[in-house]
């Protein structure tokens, strides 16, 4: 008896002390604050894309194109608590998502002159507040706090407290890069929305990596390479082999960089092979099926630079998440460690490629 | 209207050929295969420990107790397509676990002598069927099927072709390591139950690590010290610093090493500092509460090492995760690429001090 009274007392402490940390603060409408990782403008602040101006999309692909996966907001506190409160669909948890990357947010802030983690806000409900991270130095801190991966997002506020003061802050990242591509690009496996690799690829060189991944539908639909082409970027990249098959790859792959080389005559254009899928060790007719799509999007690009196309580049993919096998979260998708080895096996040479032609 | 009638068509055919493959397998329940991972028998082949044999352990303690970390079933088969049904409890995802790795099940087969990874099985509510791997060679294979690292587990069957055959496989590992710890044990952040870092020890190392891994009370309580020692084991490593606080660490650490030692004279006993955490670095009374247990814990082993007692071990922490700060998924649990650079620290210590007892 006297243990369930305790329990109950504890409870109760613990939601009050929680209920005044959150109640103290002072909460801040982010609609104003600099959104990192768009591709344009958009009605709903943080849809990727406007999909009316777009003919044609595939339902599935206007919808994805809902989710915040990529975008950040960008502000600075001298708070020394930062909290966020943020409303998200009542779409079902996904089996292969960490919550925290399909629904959560995740707080980075500039150390020095680099971006570091500072806290999750985890998701309870459509509408979440949580506490991110407490007890920190008063000092002006540069903040960024990535938006849910795989879900449509509202009413993002900051929480400070009383006496701090918040702003806006600049974006950080300079030029725009678009990477085109699966769930791979929009961040299945990560553990959380700062750990997508384009998110990564950013807080790494600088430059801005926007996150066009659409989970299982980058198809290269001639709509989306409609789309796609038509978004304004210094570079693009085109990780869109895994959602497709062989004849598809074939078909596409050539109109894909064509329409977008038509309307940017001298972009660099940058094609990543898929990873060899680690389920495709053991089923024969999957690995078979990832090794042409890879041959065919190699022959597809070197038809073109044979042809004469200008700024196109080809990353093949050996061992891109290493050779133990334990790069996955499900044969497919890369897990944080197989997204680490990715990035040290593609960073470079984007970085290179990029810079190569002023991208920096 | 026709795309309609195109997508309830597809659904239809999906469904017909996932149901007619899962038909066509033979279902073989796994209570007589072996059990990998156990510290003793259970009346429930599943749970851990028979926690009735142990008396005043906190009730979160013998709940978690019946959580299925570590075990896994050793069969060997030639069929070339895997299957596997189990059943869960109706308990919440939890916001902070992947669901594979939380209720989900976890194939690896051997490839030469190593354990390669294979396909896992989603959760999708209770009881669950799910193919596994499809399309392999129909060679003689050793699997091992870890299951959920966060539920409860019951009725676990395999299903294999109709023509083909399976069979019982001996515990592929040798000796017995216990690892008594929190969550970080348990494999909270780990993508996949066989993620999970006891169960990678094991098959890097053909040891048996047994995860006793307590999610949120490994706190060295007395009675849950009297029952590490009471499991028999060749070695017993000690990760239990994350779940207390400084003055628990002092009070407790000595006891629970005494009582191990008085039992098992001349075991080798590793102890283990916390991962600094990363919310740590901005969380300045987090940061200080941990460092402070880990200069605890240290004090406590070099107290008894002074004191004379044998085959007593101390692992360090220093950037055992990384400095780049992206090797958790909340600040506190590693992601993959933390348990990856955390086994790169731990893994050589254990193995080297493992190996001079003659235990490998």
Chains 1, 2 share one sequence.
Not at 58 to 71: E, K
Not at 91 to 118: E, H
Not at 235 to 240: E, F, S
Not at 287 to 301: D, P, Y
Request: glycine share 6%; with cysteine.
């Amino acid at each position: 008896m006297m243990r369930y009274l305790l329990i109950v007392l504890c409870c109760a402490l613990y939601f009050e002390a929680r209920a005044q940390k959150v109640e103290n603060l002072n909460f801040t409408s982010a609609s104003s604050f600099t959104l990192v990782g768009k591709s344009e403008e958009t009605p709903n602040r943080y849809d990727r894309i406007d999909t009316n101006k777009y003919k044609g999309l595939p339902p599935r692909v206007a919808q994805l194109l809902t989710n915040a996966a990529g975008l950040a907001i960008s502000f600075k506190t001298n708070s020394s608590v930062i909290a966020a409160k943020w409303c998200v669909s009542k779409s079902r948890a996904l089996p292969n998502m960490m919550p925290t990357a399909q629904k959560g947010v995740d707080l980075y802030i500039k150390n020095g002159d680099q971006w570091q983690f500072a806290g999750i806000g985890r998701v309870s409900g459509v509408c979440n507040d949580e506490i991110l991270i407490s007890h920190m130095d008063k000092g002006e801190k540069e903040c960024l706090l990535y938006l849910p991966l795989y879900d449509v997002v509202d009413k993002v506020e900051i929480g400070i407290e009383k006496q701090a003061s918040i702003s806006s802050n600049e974006d950080p990242f300079k030029k725009r890069v678009l990477i085109y591509g699966s769930s791979i690009v929009q961040g299945t496996g990560a553990s959380r929305p700062g750990m997508a690799y384009p998110a990564r690829l950013s807080r790494a060189s600088g430059i801005n990596f926007i996150n066009l991944g659409l989970s299982g539908s980058a198809k290269m639909e001639p709509e989306v390479a409609n789309m796609v082409a038509a978004i304004d970027a210094d570079a693009y990249i085109l990780d869109c082999v895994p959602n497709t098959n062989p004849k598809l790859v074939t078909e596409r792959t050539a109109n894909l960089i064509n329409t977008i080389r038509n309307k940017h005559s001298s972009a660099p254009i940058i094609v990543l092979q898929s990873l060899v899928r680690e389920t495709g060790y053991w089923d024969k007719q999957l690995g078979a099926q990832v090794k042409q799509q890879n041959l065919n999007v190699q022959t597809e690009v070197l038809y073109l630079l044979q042809k004469g196309m200008k700024n196109l580049y080809f990353i093949t993919s050996e061992n891109m998440i290493g050779n133990d096998h334990e790069g996955t979260i499900d044969g497919t998708h890369p897990n944080d460690l197989g997204y680490d080895r990715m990035l040290k096996h593609i960073q470079p040479q984007i970085i290179d490629i990029l810079n190569k032609h002023g991208i920096k």
